[in-house]
């Protein structure tokens, strides 16, 4: 009988669902995390995420082939629909017929993950351009909202050019944030996060990007359709260039509360 795996949406949870596959002799239909239980006729089996069983698959896939283990760990990052199946299903092919199933692009098994994989490397290569950071006394911030968790490969890219930065972008998709700081980062769960109003300055330096942008247009050239082939619709909302003009409006400055009033209390008549 079908069965559906229920796990923690982790990767080393993903891989002991593999190895509890064999411990149990069974294919699993489907695979749910938490945020994606839905009803159905098919038994459940909660899978606990054991770092041991993980480990043991883990070196079992890098001892048929390193490539393989690449890509089994960017296909978990991807936002290809059922990816766990797509996953388990070349784990499985893979350990009977061994390395030469990479050399077969057009395998059912195989070509599912290398488009889903190839999806999440050009995402990532757009990104390392797209993102758009503010100043906040000293900590930069920015959003993103991609299709695919693309936060693990984003970070070698930022954090080593910006290795004396404080910085944090934040993944409104997934709900997630890269955090760094000088020789330390971290990718944390955050349910959600709102960028404060920008500073005088920092409004000031987000209009003259605008202007830049505005401005290096060759308006004889303008080709609305060419730009959205290079610079996706889905992407703006989170780029400077793009926003409203609340965006640009600086917060308000604090009014200070006025001093008390000799022999009385503030604003009070003596």
Same mark, same amino acid.
């Given at each position: 009988?079908?069965?559906?795996?229920?796990?923690?949406?982790?990767?080393?949870?993903?891989?002991?669902?593999?190895?509890?596959?064999?411990?149990?002799?069974?294919?699993?239909?489907?695979? =749910?995390?938490?945020?994606?239980?839905?009803?159905?006729?098919?038994?459940? +089996?909660?899978?606990? $995420? /054991? !770092?041991?069983?993980?480990?043991? /698959?883990?070196?079992?896939?890098?001892?048929?082939?390193?490539?393989?283990? =690449?890509?089994?760990? @960017?296909?978990? #990052?991807?936002?290809?629909?059922?990816?766990?199946?797509?996953?388990?299903r070349f784990i499985r092919r893979l350990?009977?017929?061994?390395?030469?199933?990479?050399?077969? &692009? $057009?395998?059912?098994?195989?070509?599912?993950?290398?488009?889903?994989? @190839?999806?999440?490397?050009?995402?990532?290569? #757009?990104?390392?351009?797209?993102?758009?950071?503010?100043?906040?006394?000293?900590?930069?911030?920015?959003?993103?909202? !991609?299709?695919?968790? /693309?936060? !693990?490969?984003?970070?070698?890219?930022?954090?080593?050019?910006?290795?004396?930065?404080?910085?944090? #972008?934040?993944?409104?998709?997934? @709900?997630?944030?890269? /955090?760094?700081?000088?020789?330390? =980062?971290?990718?944390?769960?955050?349910?959600?996060? @709102?960028?404060?109003?920008?500073?005088?300055?920092?409004?000031?330096?987000?209009?003259?990007?605008?202007?830049?942008?505005?401005?290096?247009?060759?308006?004889? +050239?303008?080709?609305?359709?060419?730009? +959205?082939?290079?610079?996706?619709?889905?992407?703006?909302?989170?780029? $400077?260039?793009?926003?409203?003009?609340?965006?640009f409006r600086p917060a308000a400055p604090e009014v200070p509360e !006025?001093?008390? &009033?000799?022999?009385?209390?503030?604003?009070?008549?003596?």
């Amino acid at each position: 009988m079908e069965t559906v795996y229920l796990y923690d949406g982790s990767f080393d949870g993903f891989l002991s669902c593999v190895f509890d596959s064999y411990v149990y002799r069974e294919e699993p239909a489907r695979f =749910w995390d938490q945020d994606r239980r839905e009803p159905t006729l098919f038994p459940v +089996r909660e899978i606990p $995420t /054991v !770092p041991a069983h993980a480990e043991r /698959v883990r070196m079992g896939l890098g001892r048929i082939s390193p490539e393989a283990l =690449w890509l089994v760990i @960017r296909g978990f #990052l991807t936002c290809a629909p059922d990816r766990e199946v797509i996953l388990f299903r070349f784990i499985r092919r893979l350990m009977v017929q061994g390395r030469p199933l990479l050399r077969q &692009l $057009t395998d059912d098994t195989v070509l599912p993950l290398r488009k889903a994989v @190839r999806h999440l490397e050009g995402e990532v290569h #757009l990104l390392k351009g797209f993102v758009r950071f503010s100043d906040f006394e000293g900590l930069l911030a920015g959003e993103i909202r !991609p299709k695919n968790r /693309v936060l !693990p490969l984003l970070r070698p890219h930022f954090c080593d050019r910006m290795y004396n930065e404080t910085f944090l #972008l934040y993944d409104r998709a997934h @709900r997630e944030a890269l /955090v760094h700081r000088p020789g330390q =980062w971290a990718i944390l769960p955050m349910e959600s996060f @709102r960028m404060a109003a920008p500073s005088q300055e920092e409004a000031q330096y987000r209009r003259l990007w605008k202007r830049f942008y505005d401005t290096v247009e060759i308006r004889e +050239r303008h080709n609305p359709k060419l730009r +959205r082939t290079h610079m996706p619709l889905r992407y703006w909302e989170t780029m $400077t260039e793009f926003q409203g003009e609340d965006y640009f409006r600086p917060a308000a400055p604090e009014v200070p509360e !006025p001093a008390p &009033l000799p022999g009385g209390g503030a604003g009070e008549e003596p």
